[in-house]
């Protein structure tokens, strides 16, 4: 025999922790009859326990001489009811209350049937067959023995399935000690692949530091919370409690992120969502979470009069705010709306889209330019519709600076096109989506955008005094920076932090004001609403946010130190670009609407003829003029247009 053949060793991999949990792992369900067999041979032992137990108080279990018939019954009589209640049908591992309470029936049910026998027996014979006593003790040992191996099983495996990659879990509590956090916690504790290891609850007002749910502490916050999870080596927080404010919710967030602590939330679980659907709910913060802002509240009644059964078009309808749009108008059940954009490939895109939806509205999509007049009275003409979004534009401030033609020519021409035809075609309403950079603008988008603003507002005043109450409606709603949409700084931000830095600012002090797609759409359809026509609507955009801290939070989110891991780097301001937006010129004022979110800005407008011949000229000079005599123009549109951080600055000298 080969001396180097170690016995030891092959016992010591074959029973080594790592291997016996790759059995474990491994092991398939086992067959009902094999749960039969363990349940009977618990039933054997408890049987042969409950004879010792008696025997040797000096009395006898069975007093009837046919022990074997007794036997084979109580068997008998055991394996039906496990087969009447189905005792052996769940998978041991994954056993839970219901088990217990399949198995409680069953053991009851032997318990009343051999009781019956017995008194039926002695009303016959004179004498029992058995000690009432003894066979009591007997059925709460058998049901003991089942209830209890099926629990070291199933705690057997959760064991070894919480340690196998435990170190890779990340180590979190969950703030929060009401329903809603059970159910986060149950959920995640059965989540695969596991990503947390829950390991405390905390509660806001401390009033059961003492007490455990679900075998896990309750925590005492005496100080912020950081403190408290360094104290317990916590990684991450999941936010369960509902009754944070969002005050409240954005100090915890900003104290964990302080820290680089991952910080998760959750939304409010329904009753019909399994635990599957609550664990994929259990995200890591974006930044639009971050937003300092209550949820919006709109007028659904008053939208889908506007937009129920009518014929809708959205030009611009493959942009960010375009498609949204699109998405929340479908949600009114128009008759048809009608999806405009240059863009082939993202209108094709939000095509499928939104034919997966299973609208009953009819979708055309139509790939056309709107500074194509033709091609726009075609479509007009051939669908007619009753309501016009007009998200179209060209947007991002330092290539219109460079190419200010075409900034005319889409903004403005493609603008006058649509406009115009609207009317031609009697359009019901007209919703112009513009832009904070229209205010006081300091570059040539925001130029464009504000004599855009400014056509349709002298085409309302033109048309209320030619055709009257019959008029097309013309409605403009401006708002700041959009979270996430095509250019903004969010998009950016993410993949030069996924490329490890450096994230890239223009200036340490610019602000910006932000509001979430969804929340922007919304507000255009109510404004479109409830607009009368010459409206220009500004939406309360919430405190203004340093672009700088927005990097820095962005960072934290994704789970590195900002100036360390990812490094922030001042570039210097762009063509154009101011340190601050403003939604209102200097000489406008607000006022109120029945939205609390929404106001008007009441604007000094233009005589159309004037207005209408500056631009027709402006046009000109976009298709054959060079960049200079084409801003020149612009700046006698709107006198407050002042140039900077561009070569267009010389003009206003």
Same mark, same amino acid.
């Given at each position: 025999?080969?001396?180097?053949?170690?016995?030891?060793? +092959?016992?010591?991999?074959?029973?080594?922790?790592?291997?016996?949990?790759?059995?474990?792992?491994?092991?398939?369900?086992?067959?009902?009859?094999?749960?039969?067999?363990?349940?009977?041979?618990?039933?054997?032992?408890?049987?042969?326990?409950?004879?010792?137990?008696? #025997?040797?108080? $000096?009395?006898?279990?069975?007093?009837? !001489?046919?022990?074997?018939?007794?036997?084979?019954?109580?068997?008998?009589?055991?394996?039906?009811?496990?087969?009447?209640?189905?005792?052996?049908?769940?998978? +041991?591992?994954?056993?839970? @209350?219901?088990?217990?309470?399949?198995?409680?029936? &069953?053991?009851?049910?032997?318990?009343?049937?051999?009781?019956?026998?017995?008194?039926?027996?002695?009303?016959?014979?004179?004498?029992?067959?058995?000690?009432?006593?003894?066979?009591?003790?007997?059925?709460?040992?058998?049901?003991?023995?089942?209830?209890?191996?099926?629990?070291?099983?199933?705690?057997?495996?959760?064991?070894?399935?919480?340690?196998?990659?435990?170190?890779?879990?990340?180590?979190?509590?969950?703030?929060?000690?009401?329903?809603?956090?059970? &159910?986060?916690?149950?959920?995640?504790?059965?989540?695969?692949?596991?990503?947390?290891?829950?390991?405390?609850?905390?509660?806001?007002?401390?009033?059961?530091?003492?007490?455990?749910?679900?075998?896990?502490?309750?925590?005492?916050?005496?100080?912020?919370?950081?403190?408290?999870?360094?104290?317990? $080596?916590?990684?991450?927080?999941?936010?369960?409690?509902?009754?944070?404010?969002?005050?409240? %919710?954005?100090?915890?967030?900003?104290?964990?992120?302080?820290?680089?602590?991952?910080?998760?939330?959750?939304?409010?679980?329904?009753?019909?969502?399994?635990?599957?659907?609550?664990?994929? =709910?259990?995200?890591?913060?974006?930044?639009?979470?971050?937003?300092?802002?209550?949820?919006?509240?709109?007028?659904?009644?008053?939208?889908?009069?506007?937009?129920?059964?009518?014929?809708?078009? /959205?030009? $611009?309808?493959?942009? &960010?705010?375009?498609?949204? /749009?699109? #998405?929340?108008?479908?949600?009114?059940?128009?008759?048809?709306?009608?999806?405009?954009?240059?863009?082939?490939?993202?209108?094709?895109?939000?095509?499928?889209?939104? %034919?997966?939806?299973?609208?009953?509205? %009819?979708?055309?999509?139509?790939?056309?330019?709107?500074?194509?007049?033709?091609?726009?009275?075609?479509?007009?003409?051939?669908?007619?519709?009753?309501? *016009?979004?007009?998200?179209?534009?060209?947007?991002?401030?330092?290539?219109?600076?460079?190419?200010?033609?075409?900034?005319?020519?889409?903004?403005?021409?493609?603008?006058?096109?649509?406009?115009?035809?609207?009317?031609?075609?009697?359009?019901?309403?007209?919703?112009?989506?513009?832009?904070?950079?229209?205010?006081?603008?300091?570059?040539?988008?925001?130029?464009?955008?504000?004599?855009?603003?400014?056509?349709?507002?002298?085409?309302?005043?033109?048309?209320?005094?030619?055709?009257?109450?019959?008029?097309?409606?013309?409605?403009?709603?401006?708002?700041?920076?959009?979270?996430?949409?095509?250019?903004?700084? *969010?998009?950016?931000?993410?993949?030069?932090?996924?490329?490890?830095?450096?994230?890239?600012?223009?200036?340490?002090?610019?602000?910006? @004001?932000?509001?979430?797609? !969804? %929340?922007?759409?919304?507000?255009?359809?109510?404004?479109?609403?409830?607009?009368?026509?010459?409206?220009?609507?500004?939406?309360?955009?919430?405190?203004?946010?340093?672009?700088?801290?927005?990097?820095?939070?962005?960072?934290?989110?994704?789970?590195?130190?900002?100036?360390?891991?990812?490094?922030?780097?001042?570039?210097?301001?762009? !063509?154009?670009?101011?340190?601050?937006?403003?939604?209102?010129?200097?000489?406008?004022?607000?006022?109120?609407?029945?939205?609390?979110?929404?106001?008007?800005?009441?604007?000094?407008?233009?005589?159309?003829? /004037?207005? =209408?011949?500056?631009?027709?000229?402006?046009?000109?000079?976009?298709?054959?003029?060079?960049?200079?005599?084409?801003?020149?123009?612009?700046?006698?549109? *709107?006198?407050?247009? #002042?140039?900077?951080?561009? &070569?267009?600055?010389?003009?206003?000298?």
């Amino acid at each position: 025999m080969n001396s180097n053949f170690d016995f030891s060793a +092959i016992k010591q991999f074959i029973f080594s922790r790592e291997n016996l949990k790759l059995n474990l792992l491994n092991l398939g369900y086992l067959p009902r009859w094999v749960i039969v067999l363990i349940d009977l041979s618990v039933l054997l032992l408890a049987y042969l326990f409950t004879l010792v137990i008696f #025997r040797g108080t $000096g009395l006898d279990y069975i007093v009837t !001489p046919h022990i074997i018939s007794f036997s084979v019954c109580f068997f008998i009589v055991n394996v039906f009811f496990f087969w009447l209640f189905r005792t052996y049908s769940g998978i +041991i591992r994954h056993s839970s @209350y219901i088990d217990a309470v399949k198995l409680l029936f &069953s053991q009851t049910g032997v318990l009343t049937i051999f009781l019956l026998f017995n008194f039926i027996y002695e009303l016959y014979t004179g004498e029992k067959a058995f000690l009432n006593t003894a066979f009591f003790i007997n059925i709460v040992l058998s049901f003991c023995g089942l209830f209890i191996y099926r629990i070291i099983i199933k705690q057997t495996f959760e064991l070894y399935f919480s340690e196998i990659g435990a170190e890779k879990l990340i180590r979190t509590i969950i703030y929060g000690t009401d329903a809603n956090a059970i &159910s986060v916690a149950n959920a995640l504790k059965f989540e695969t692949p596991t990503r947390f290891k829950i390991v405390g609850f905390v509660d806001k007002k401390n009033k059961n530091a003492s007490k455990r749910m679900l075998d896990l502490p309750i925590l005492v916050q005496k100080k912020k919370l950081p403190t408290l999870m360094r104290s317990i $080596g916590a990684e991450g927080l999941i936010i369960a409690d509902k009754s944070l404010s969002k005050d409240e %919710e954005l100090t915890i967030i900003e104290q964990c992120l302080e820290f680089n602590y991952k910080v998760y939330h959750v939304p409010s679980i329904i009753n019909w969502q399994d635990q599957k659907e609550i664990s994929q =709910n259990v995200k890591t913060l974006q930044i639009e979470d971050l937003l300092e802002r209550k949820p919006i509240v709109l007028d659904g009644q008053l939208i889908s009069k506007q937009l129920k059964d009518k014929t809708i078009l /959205i030009t $611009g309808a493959a942009g &960010s705010i375009g498609s949204e /749009i699109a #998405r929340q108008v479908l949600g009114f059940d128009p008759k048809t709306i009608i999806l405009l954009d240059q863009a082939e490939t993202p209108l094709h895109h939000l095509k499928l889209e939104t %034919e997966a939806l299973n609208s009953n509205s %009819e979708i055309i999509t139509i790939v056309a330019d709107i500074r194509k007049r033709e091609a726009m009275d075609r479509v007009f003409r051939n669908y007619n519709p009753q309501v *016009v979004f007009h998200a179209a534009a060209y947007k991002h401030v330092p290539l219109m600076e460079e190419n200010p033609s075409e900034a005319i020519l889409t903004n403005i021409e493609g603008t006058k096109i649509i406009a115009d035809l609207s009317c031609v075609y009697k359009v019901k309403k007209f919703v112009m989506v513009s832009t904070d950079k229209a205010v006081n603008p300091s570059n040539v988008m925001g130029a464009s955008k504000r004599i855009a603003e400014k056509y349709v507002q002298s085409l309302q005043s033109r048309n209320n005094k030619l055709v009257g109450k019959a008029a097309t409606k013309f409605i403009t709603t401006r708002f700041g920076n959009v979270l996430g949409s095509n250019g903004s700084v *969010v998009p950016l931000f993410t993949k030069q932090i996924a490329m490890g830095g450096p994230v890239t600012i223009t200036h340490a002090d610019i602000i910006r @004001y932000f509001m979430t797609i !969804p %929340e922007a759409c919304q507000l255009v359809l109510e404004a479109g609403a409830m607009g009368n026509g010459g409206e220009i609507y500004i939406f309360d955009m919430g405190k203004p946010v340093k672009i700088i801290d927005l990097a820095r939070k962005m960072i934290k989110l994704a789970g590195f130190t900002p100036d360390k891991e990812i490094k922030i780097e001042i570039v210097g301001l762009r !063509p154009g670009e101011k340190l601050f937006e403003e939604l209102l010129n200097d000489t406008s004022k607000t006022l109120p609407t029945h939205h609390e979110k929404i106001m008007i800005a009441e604007e000094i407008q233009d005589e159309f003829e /004037i207005l =209408n011949a500056d631009i027709e000229e402006l046009i000109y000079k976009a298709n054959f003029f060079g960049n200079e005599d084409i801003v020149m123009q612009m700046k006698k549109i *709107v006198p407050e247009f #002042r140039s900077m951080n561009s &070569s267009f600055q010389l003009l206003d000298k």
